[in-house]
């Protein structure tokens, strides 16, 4: 069974701090994917590592730059964050590896990403648990642009034809205007008045976002806070089901 999870950056880092870890909530991470059983492949947003620099440079998914000096400034802080991800997964025994999607992933001139996998699943039948995350990637006609975490998890889970994918985020589903966790989610019209902008600096679209490319996956998606993540590695479905 395989599962593609994702590390939400405002999980693991202070999104608020440039380059700054939460590292209790990055250690609880930590410890709940060491004790999965699954087959498992990690990606991680950009948090507080990403994202203030691509702001910084006007770079978001759409938007890209030719700036060398952009360019290499996100990458480096996005390789930096994937370094402190992969060694505290190193400290728990995990057969982490990492994968960095600038080396790999590009966009054409329409904006349409091609992600190879083939190297995530040899990885993966070969016994170690390939960690991704968000990065910039060529496109065509933009010079760089971001490629989000969120793409990334639902690109793999296509190509991987994953059981299932969890995506992991500071709160504990999609919440309703109320604040209450919306149980179940199949049409983006049933949350739409609830998802407004992230608080945070967030250049990949925050909850609206997620929402909206998990309804394109074949396989049910579950959004949930870090309190649900060892249920969720635990075969449960925690938070929100969108499907």
Avoid: W
Wanted: glycine share 14%; with cysteine; charged share 25%.
């Amino acid at each position: 069974m395989t599962t593609v999870l994702k590390l939400g950056g405002s999980v693991i880092t202070d999104k608020d701090r440039a380059e700054t870890v939460d590292g209790e909530a990055l250690d609880r991470a930590a410890d709940a994917v060491a004790r999965a059983a699954d087959d498992l492949v990690v990606v991680h947003g950009g948090g507080s590592f990403g994202h203030h620099n691509a702001e910084r440079y006007g770079v978001s998914t759409t938007a890209g730059t030719h700036d060398i000096g952009g360019v290499t400034e996100i990458h480096s802080a996005m390789k930096a964050l994937n370094g402190l991800v992969l060694r505290r997964l190193h400290d728990r025994d995990v057969p982490a590896v990492p994968v960095h999607p600038l080396s790999a992933a590009s966009r054409d001139s329409s904006g349409e990403l091609t992600l190879p996998a083939g190297q995530v699943a040899t990885l993966r039948a070969e016994g170690f648990v390939p960690v991704l995350h968000g990065d910039v990637v060529a496109h065509a006609g933009e010079g760089v642009t971001v490629l989000s975490g969120d793409e990334i998890v639902t690109s793999l889970a296509r190509s991987l034809d994953a059981d299932r994918v969890g995506l992991c985020s500071t709160v504990p589903g999609v919440l309703d205007e109320d604040g209450d966790v919306i149980d179940r989610i199949e049409r983006f019209e049933d949350a739409a008045g609830a998802l407004g902008g992230a608080e945070s600096t967030d250049v990949s679209g925050g909850m609206a976002g997620k929402v909206r490319t998990l309804l394109d996956l074949p396989t049910p998606a579950s959004v949930f806070g870090l309190d649900g993540l060892s249920a969720f590695l635990d075969g449960e479905a925690p938070g929100t089901t969108v499907d």
